[in-house]
């Protein structure tokens, strides 16, 4: 089970970060996404981290804004959100894919998910 953490609200500008951890099963065998829904709208690849640390992709709306990472020893995986904007409002998800050798932006490759956490950005 994937639980999502370190949503909330913040002023347009700000930052959080996201944390996504689990218990019992190891992550460091899975590559991870991050996906964000808003209201109405569709469920919208972020970021994603290959198992190891070693490659990352991202949406072209969140580059040089958001960081992915992980702690496999702490089944951590992360997402550090800067230079927030009110059009990141969304709840975020974080998902664990089992085919690692290719990393993907659709969400129908990743086999689990979180119950998603609530990022509101104020303008």
């Known amino acids: 089970q994937l639980v999502e953490s370190g949503g909330g609200l913040v002023q347009a500008g700000g930052s959080l970060r996201l944390s996504c951890a689990t218990s019992g099963r190891t992550l460091r065998s899975f590559n991870m996404g991050w996906f964000r829904q808003a209201p109405g709208k569709e469920r919208d690849f972020v970021a994603a981290?290959?198992?190891?640390?070693?490659?990352?992709l991202y949406a072209d709306s969140v580059k040089g804004r958001f960081t992915i990472s992980r702690d496999n020893a702490k089944n951590t995986v992360y997402l550090q959100m800067n230079s927030l904007k009110p059009e990141d409002t969304a709840v975020y998800y974080c998902?664990?894919?089992?085919?690692?050798?290719?990393?993907?932006?659709?969400?129908?490759?990743?086999?689990?998910w979180g119950q998603g956490t609530q990022v509101t950005v104020s303008s």
């Open positions: 998902a664990a894919d089992r085919v690692t050798a290719t990393m993907f932006k659709s969400q129908y490759e990743y086999d689990y």
């Open positions: 981290i290959s198992w190891s640390g070693g490659r990352t």
